[in-house]
């Protein structure tokens, strides 16, 4: 085969720095769109963006010519700048150091388009915390709790 062909699809999930609760419903839909604007950058096009007040979930296809690490440090760098543009409140605004990446097969993206949709609701009922060791165990990633938040 001549042509390289790929679909990676990826569930990008990422905390504020020291899951401060500080991202207000007020810009969500505009930080969300302005990532999905940095993913499409990136040849990385987004199929869902959705944040809440200390994280944000990220469903993209990624570009097989750029490595996921690239792609993250561009979102969160870019998405920052952008959002200290927003007023006070966000001048010291940061994201976490870290995030987590995990692989979804094409069955599944319908699946997970509605959980990233309903984040309000989900977290009425989970912490970002559990919600996200519960990733970690179900995708079988061996982790140090102290090496995991920031």
Known sequence: MSQSLSKILVHL?????NRRKIIDSSIRTKLDSYMAGILQEWDSPAVIVGSVADHAHLLLCL??????SKVVEQVKKGSSKWIK???KRYLDFQWQNGYGAFSVSQSNVSRVKGYIANQDE?????SYEDEFRAFLRRHQIEFNEKYVWD
């Open 13 to 17: 999930i990422f905390s504020t720095k």
């Open 63 to 68: 570009c097989k010519n750029h490595a996921l």
């Open 85 to 87: 543009t927003q007023g």
């Open 122 to 126: 989900h977290h009425r009922r989970r």
